[in-house]
Structures are given as C-alpha cells and as structure tokens.
C-alpha cells in the first residue's frame, strides 16, 4: 500500500486496478488530513507521515498537497474506471487528486 501512496503522491494519478485503488483512497486521504494540520504541528505531522511512507513523500503532502486542500473536509481523491485490461480482464481504474 505504501508503495502505491508514494506512485500516487509523487506523480499526482496512477493507473490500477479498481479493487487496490479503492483500498488506497482512505490510506491518502488520512494522510492529507495529517498534513492538513496547523504550524504548530507541522513537525510532528512530518514525522507520523514519513513513517508510513518515507520523507520526500511527506515533505511533498505538507508543502504542495495539503495546503490546496485547507478549505475542503474530505475527498480528496478521484476513482475514475477505466476499460478492462486485455490480459486478464481486471477492472482498472485511474485514480488522482481532485
């Protein structure tokens, strides 16, 4: 899951499959919350996140992510479906910051 958060966060929208894109959304989603806090916290949130995800990941949610969304209580994320995949017909699905 960790793994998949950083892709999303670094890059702004990955393609997956819906079941995992599902299952990522209340993961960042808590994440940005997290970073949404006040300065007076802003340490302390760095370091709850960093140790989910690792420290560029972190430093980018509380510098560039959060402050967009201050005005907002939730739903930060999109789940657009795709097309199935050819291989295997899985369910896929692009999910991106609002």
């Known amino acids: 899951m960790a793994s998949l958060a950083v892709s999303l966060i670094l890059r702004g929208k990955i393609r997956t499959t819906s079941p ?10 808590k994440l940005v919350t997290i970073g949404k806090s006040d ?8 370091r709850l996140i960093a140790g989910r995800i690792g420290i560029p ?13 201050t005005d907002r209580k939730g739903g930060y994320l ?4 795709l097309p199935r995949r050819a291989g295997d017909a899985t369910e896929m699905a692009l999910i991106e910051f609002v």
Do not use: C, N
């Not at 300065?39 to 760095?46: G, M, Y």
């Not at 999109?78 to 479906?81: D, E, Y």
């Open 20 to 29: 995992k894109a599902k299952s990522l959304r209340p993961f960042v989603e």
């Open 39 to 46: 300065k007076s916290r802003i340490l302390q949130a760095q």
């Open 57 to 69: 990941s972190a430093r980018k949610i509380i510098k560039d992510i959060a402050p967009k969304y």
């Open 78 to 81: 999109r789940i657009s479906k």
